[in-house]
C-alpha cells in the first residue's frame, strides 16, 4: 500500500511510514496498484495473430474475386469491375423512320418571252413597230414604256388589218391605245394571231421623241 502522505510504498498493516514517520490509518490508505506487465506481451502477440489472419483471408477473397465462374449455361461471367459491360447482349432499339417534309410543288410558272427591251428614237412624222406571235392558246402582254426625251408618245397594239389601216392613215380599231401620254403601262390578254406594238410620233411635226421600253409575253 502507499502513504497517504508522501505517497510512497510502505509494508502492509504498518502503523507509520518508514520513510516520512507519518501515522498510518489502514482505513485511509491507498492500495498499491500492482502493474501486471505479463498481459501486454501477449496481448499484442494475439493482436498480431489476429491482424495476419485477416490480410491472409482478405487476400485469398480478392483472388478468387477475380477469377472467371463458369454459369448454368456454360459461358464465363466476369465479376471484375472493370469488364462488368463486356458481356451485356447487345439490344437493338427500334428508331421510327424520320420523315423528311416534301416540298410543296409550286405552281406551273408561265413562258415568257421578251419582245422589246431596249432605247430607240422616234422621229416627227414616224412610228416605230414591233411584230410579235401569240401562240393558239393565248398569251398575256405585260410591260412598261417612258418617253424619256420629247413630251409623249402613243402606244398601239394593232391586228394585220388594223395595221394596214394605220399605215394608210386610215381608221383603225386597236387591242391597246395608250393615248398621248409620257409613260405608261401595258397588261392584256391576246388570242392566237399576228399582232403588232406600235410606238406613234406621227403627230409630232418638229419633235424627235426618244422611247424606253420594256415589254414581254407570258404564255
Known amino acids: 500500500m502507499n502513504c497517504p502522505r508522501c505517497f510512497r510504498d510502505v509494508p502492509h498493516h504498518a502503523a507509520y511510514c518508514l520513510h516520512c514517520g507519518a501515522h498510518i490509518d489502514s482505513t485511509l490508505v491507498t492500495p498499491k496498484i500492482s502493474k501486471n506487465t505479463s498481459?501486454?506481451?501477449g496481448a499484442i502477440i494475439l493482436s498480431v495473430i489476429i491482424l495476419a489472419i485477416g490480410?491472409?483471408?482478405g487476400a485469398v477473397i480478392l483472388s478468387k474475386s477475380n477469377q472467371p465462374v463458369i454459369s448454368s449455361q456454360g459461358r464465363e461471367t466476369n465479376?471484375?469491375?472493370t469488364n462488368a459491360n463486356a458481356n451485356v447482349p447487345?439490344?437493338?432499339v427500334n428508331r421510327s423512320p424520320t420523315i423528311q417534309q416534301q416540298p410543296e410543288p409550286q405552281a406551273n410558272q408561265p413562258n415568257s418571252l421578251v419582245l422589246l427591251s431596249q432605247v430607240f428614237e422616234v422621229?416627227?412624222?414616224q412610228y416605230f413597230t414591233t411584230t410579235f406571235t401569240v401562240p393558239n392558246s393565248g398569251a398575256r402582254i405585260v410591260g412598261r414604256f417612258q418617253a424619256v426625251s420629247g413630251d409623249n408618245i402613243q402606244v398601239h397594239i394593232l391586228g394585220p388589218d388594223d395595221y394596214s389601216n394605220f399605215e394608210h392613215?386610215?381608221?383603225f380599231r386597236t387591242y391597246y391605245?395608250?393615248?398621248?401620254t409620257v409613260t405608261g403601262s401595258i397588261d392584256l390578254r391576246l388570242g392566237g394571231?399576228?399582232?403588232y406594238l406600235v410606238f406613234e410620233n406621227r403627230y409630232s411635226i418638229f419633235s424627235k421623241k426618244v422611247v424606253q421600253a420594256n415589254v414581254s409575253m407570258e404564255y
Open 55 to 57: 490480410v491472409v483471408v
Open 123 to 125: 422621229s416627227p412624222q
Open 79 to 81: 465479376f471484375n469491375v
Open 90 to 92: 447487345y439490344q437493338r
Open 177 to 180: 391605245d395608250s393615248g398621248k
Open 169 to 171: 392613215r386610215n381608221p
Open 39 to 41: 498481459i501486454l506481451p
Open 193 to 195: 394571231g399576228t399582232y
